[in-house]
């Protein structure tokens, strides 16, 4: 019976110590993070699709040329401030092949500096804008490969962990129709003697 009492009573004093450790040494998240891109009043979105247990995300499309531009609101956890070394913002596009295992490849990358270091103690808003990033490729969502285009907020961290968040968005651009083809000639014979042309589409 004085197991079954104190069993309890160690499992609420040891949540209560694990959740003070984390305050005293800056581990669990300490602020929430949104990205918002503009003109989502106006714009199409879609289902992207997920993975295993992944929810499905509905993400915004944009054309190759479109500006990303959008505003990042930081909101810290409880209302007490955290300390940073930096606030920067990048537009990243990445080719993920996930067969024995994952490899991510950056072919695109823009980074932007959005504040030096300091305090954020209060919700913060920050403006955003790449108004010319190369997004030639369209958007892929395959079964072992994927072709994935995000915005990544971060705010640096000296003694801690970073606070990060991304946010996706799809690429598709209008490609021009192709020009119509002309029709192949053929010629047979027998020199001097016999000469048949053929002509047909491709």
Not at 15 to 30: C, D, E, Q, S, T
Not at 78 to 99: C, M
């Amino acid at each position: 019976e004085r197991v079954q009492i104190w069993l309890p009573l160690l499992s609420s004093v040891s949540f209560l110590m694990a959740k003070a450790v984390k305050k005293l040494f800056g581990f669990g998240p300490v602020a929430t993070v949104s990205i918002e891109f503009n003109d989502m009043d106006t714009r199409r979105v879609i289902d992207m699709p997920a993975k295993d247990d992944e929810e499905v995300q509905r993400v915004p499309v944009f054309r190759g040329e479109e500006a990303i531009s959008g505003r990042i609101v930081i909101t810290p956890v409880d209302g007490k401030r955290f300390e940073h070394t930096g606030i920067k913002v990048e537009l990243i596009g990445q080719i993920v092949l996930s067969y024995e295992r994952v490899e991510k490849q950056d072919f695109t990358s823009v980074v932007r500096q959005l504040e030096p270091a300091g305090e954020v103690s209060s919700e913060r808003v920050l403006e955003f804008d790449f108004p010319t990033v190369d997004k030639q490729f369209d958007s892929y969502a395959g079964l072992n490969a994927q072709l994935r285009y995000f915005v990544r907020v971060t705010a640096v961290r000296s003694y801690a962990s970073n606070v990060v968040h991304e946010q996706e968005f799809w690429v598709e651009n209008d490609f021009p129709e192709p020009e119509s083809n002309n029709g192949i000639k053929m010629e047979v014979g027998i020199e001097d003697f016999l000469d048949i042309e053929f002509e047909y589409d491709r």
